[in-house]
């Protein structure tokens, strides 16, 4: 089982630049991707950003340009850094990774998410 541990969401003003990050542990025997998913009020989950070891970083057109994913795979952490944040960037932002155990079974998992509320 691999359990994720999100940080860095909270209140933050229009404009600011927050980074939240994301660490999995367990019983990994590698991790092949990592992603951010958000969920607004309403709204149907849907990816901000992903990065895997094959084809590097992946981005929502609605963040291109604003927020960056980096990953650091010693430590089995991923980053997201938002830059230039608008309100409609609101949601409940969900860390995932995907990859395989020590058991070599696969496994698809998701953080508890982190609350970010964009407001001046």
């Known amino acids: 089982q691999v359990h994720l541990v999100e940080s860095g969401g909270g209140l933050v003003q229009p404009g600011e630049s927050p980074i939240l990050s994301c660490t999995a542990s367990?019983?990994?025997?590698?991790?092949?991707?990592m992603g951010w998913y958000r969920q607004a009020l309403g709204k149907e989950r849907e990816l901000v950003a992903r990065i895997t070891t094959s084809n590097g970083p992946d981005y929502a057109d609605s963040v291109k340009g604003r927020f960056t994913i980096s990953r650091d795979n010693a430590n089995n952490t991923v980053y997201l850094r938002m830059n230039s944040l608008e309100p409609e960037d609101t949601a409940v932002y969900y860390c995932?990774?995907?990859?395989?155990?020590?058991?070599?079974?696969?496994?698809?998992?998701w953080g508890q998410g982190t609350q970010v509320t964009v407001s001046s």
């Open positions: 367990g019983s990994i025997f590698i991790i092949n991707g």
């Open positions: 995932n990774a995907v990859g395989y155990l020590t058991d070599f079974s696969s496994f698809n998992s």
